[in-house]
T-cell receptor
Framework: GQQVMQIPQYQHVQEGEDFTTYCNSS?????IQWYKQRPGGHPVFLIQ?????EVKKQKRLTFQFGEAKKNSSLHITATQTTDVGTYFC????????????FGDGTTLTVKP | DGGITQSPKYLFRKEGQNVTLSCEQN?????MYWYRQDPGQGLRLIYY???????QKGDIAEGYSVSREKKESFPLTVTSAQKNPTAFYLC??????????????FGEGSRLTVL
């Protein structure tokens, strides 16, 4: 089946450093979503990107969708301890498919 | 409050026993999903349903069964045929399956341990 590759698997940063996670697909996506899962919790929706080259910001978080709609990134500026968790991308290949494919996630730890 | 309720939160079962996990939503969502999550891994789709009385297999449906008799409910049965059932199971729902407004709302999960 279709796969979306997410890197890195783990990222350890010092508080205040930046963080970026990437998702890559070999085929064009319809849209891509990003979720955050806190340790011991469940995934929570962060954002959805639909348009080619789209960039959206939420405070310190910046989300990008590639021009070819095959890759996406989530960048966190000046990480805080509250940012810890696993960040997942969820790729939709076909709006009629009814289901998204999740990346394996990037687990972020922040050292105070 | 509107949301998705999964039960039980923790479940222990002996090998060879079937187990049913409950998922109820009061969000009036059409689509519902079951995912499995193993430690350090992403979410893998087991089954999904876009409408009442209809459901489709996901990527890892073997050893699982579901029903969708009501819009609000999408129970998952982990059968004895599932070779490695110990995992964290997440139920989700969305307004429009796969569409541009298809944000997934997740329940808090059910952690199944097979002894």
């Amino acid at each position: 089946g279709q796969q979306v590759m997410q890197i890195p698997q783990y990222q350890h940063v010092q508080e205040g450093e930046d963080f970026t996670t990437y998702c890559n697909s070999s085929t064009t996506l319809s849209n891509i979503q990003w979720y955050k899962q806190r340790p011991g919790g469940h995934p929570v929706f962060l954002i959805q990107l639909v348009k080619s080259g789209e960039v959206k910001k939420q405070k310190r978080l910046t989300f990008q969708f590639g021009e070819a709609k095959k890759n996406s990134s989530l960048h966190i500026t000046a990480t805080q301890t509250t940012d810890v968790g696993t960040y997942f991308c969820a790729a939709l290949y076909n709006t009629n498919a009814g289901k998204s494919t999740f990346g394996d996630g990037t687990t972020l730890t922040v050292k105070p | 409050d509107g949301g998705i309720t999964q039960s039980p939160k923790y479940l222990f079962r002996k090998e060879g026993q079937n187990v049913t996990l409950s998922c109820e939503q009061n969000l009036n969502h059409d689509a519902m999903y079951w995912y499995r999550q193993d430690p350090g891994q992403g979410l893998r789709l087991i089954y999904y349903s876009q409408i009442v009385n209809d459901f489709q297999k996901g990527d890892i449906a073997e050893g699982y069964s579901v029903s969708r008799e009501k819009k609000e409910s999408f129970p998952l049965t982990v059968t004895s045929a599932q070779k490695n059932p110990t995992a964290f199971y997440l139920c989700a729902s969305s307004i429009l399956p796969g569409a541009n407004t298809g944000e997934l709302f997740f329940g808090e999960g059910s952690r199944l341990t097979v002894l």
